[in-house]
């Protein structure tokens, strides 16, 4: 099926480990955008990607890193992780004037 | 950044009943999505406008576009349980350090069978 996968679906992490979330899509889209879900807060965006070998800083960019491996896939690291980055991160595609489409999250938990 | 606020934060109806929600900007913009987040799923898009005052339904659900691109509403009538989960609005605009979409922080909504 078409569509936006993401893995891992959960994840804890000790405060100070690393991890890559990884995002991979079929739908041809130019677009990728990494976002994280807080209670109470809606979706706000770490980094996007307009196209292959670009990517800029969102609007909560701070303790994170981005690849653009290729087309299909854009990766989001985290390299020294803290409680504060506990939240619900969405992966999501767009061909950059419709609507979004989005994973079903990785669920982080750093303790 | 820009904001959009979107009300209420979270509602408690019985199954059958009618619901409303809306969404605010302080800005004009020319493109309105209404999206719905399924507990443990990411958000669906469930409606898109793009002209002002447009009225658009999709099964039971409609949505209008305000006539001064500053709000929208998305109604739901005759609830049933599987309407529950957090309905955001959404808009398009281009650039800056939200990104291309814009989202509002959601209306959380339980329903009692």
């Known amino acids: 099926n078409a569509g936006v996968t993401q893995t891992p679906k959960f994840q804890v992490l000790k405060t100070g480990q690393s991890m890559t979330l990884q995002c991979a899509q079929d739908m041809n889209h130019n677009s990728m955008y990494w976002y994280r879900q807080d209670p109470g807060m809606g979706l706000r965006l770490i980094y996007y990607s307009a196209s292959e070998g670009t990517t800029d800083k969102g609007e909560v960019p701070n303790g994170y890193n981005v690849s653009r491996l290729n087309k299909r896939e854009f990766s989001l690291r985290l390299e020294s992780a803290a409680p504060s980055q506990t939240s619900v991160y969405f992966c999501a595609t767009s061909t950059g004037s419709f609507g979004y489409t989005f994973g079903s999250g990785t669920r982080l938990t750093v303790v | 950044g820009q904001q959009l606020n979107q009300s209420p934060q979270s509602m408690f109806i019985q199954e059958g009943e009618d619901v409303s929600m809306n969404c605010t900007s302080s800005?004009?913009?020319?493109?309105w999505l209404w999206y719905k987040q399924d507990p443990g799923e990411g958000p669906v898009l469930l409606i898109a406008l793009y002209k002002a005052g447009e009225l658009t339904s999709n099964g039971r659900l409609t949505a209008q576009f305000g006539i001064t691109r500053k709000d929208s509403f998305l109604n739901i009538s005759a609830s049933i349980p599987s309407d529950v989960g957090i309905y955001f609005c959404?808009?398009?605009?281009?650039?800056?350090?939200?990104?291309?979409?814009?989202f509002g922080k959601g209306t959380k909504l339980s329903v009692k069978p």
């Open positions: 800005s004009i913009f020319n493109t």
């Open positions: 959404a808009v398009l605009n281009y650039g800056g350090s939200q990104g291309n979409l814009i």
